[in-house]
Nanobody, 121 residues
Framework: VQLQASGGGLVHPGGSLRLSCAAS???????LAWFRQVPGEERDFVAA????????FYADSARGRFTISKDPAGNLVYLQMNSLRPEDTAVYYC????????????????WGQGTQVTVSS
């Protein structure tokens, strides 16, 4: 399956964005996750969703501000980001879980092209 992230852009601090991750085929992985990466730094876990039930998992930095959800009608996953901060600026990627630690990027595959989120006044 191929994944494509979209929905990034430039937003002021305190603003909101909704990212979308579209899958080209049927998602068979147990989880689908969002990660983010700043140039020169590691790709960090943001949120994941258990595909069968929609149960979410969040990084501490995202909990309470971000919401991960899926479209029950198709192969789409969303990341609603509210109360955005400058430190949320990064390229955001979606990926499917393969095996291993849910929070570790090494456990994922099918990385899509990322979408840039810039939070700045």
């Amino acid at each position: 399956v191929q994944l494509q992230a979209s929905g990034g852009g430039l937003v002021h601090p305190g603003g909101s964005l909704r990212l979308s991750c579209a899958a080209s085929g049927r998602i068979v992985s147990t989880f689908l996750a969002w990660f983010r990466q700043v140039p020169g730094e590691e790709r960090d876990f943001v949120a994941a969703i258990r595909w069968a039930t929609g149960y979410p998992f969040y990084a501490d930095s995202a909990r309470g501000r971000f919401t991960i959800s899926k479209d029950p009608a198709g192969n789409l996953v969303y990341l609603q980001m509210n109360s955005l901060r400058p430190e949320d600026t990064a390229v955001y990627y979606c990926a499917t879980h393969n095996i291993g630690n849910l929070y570790d990027r090494a456990s994922y595959r099918n990385w899509g092209q990322g979408t840039q989120v810039t939070v700045s006044s």
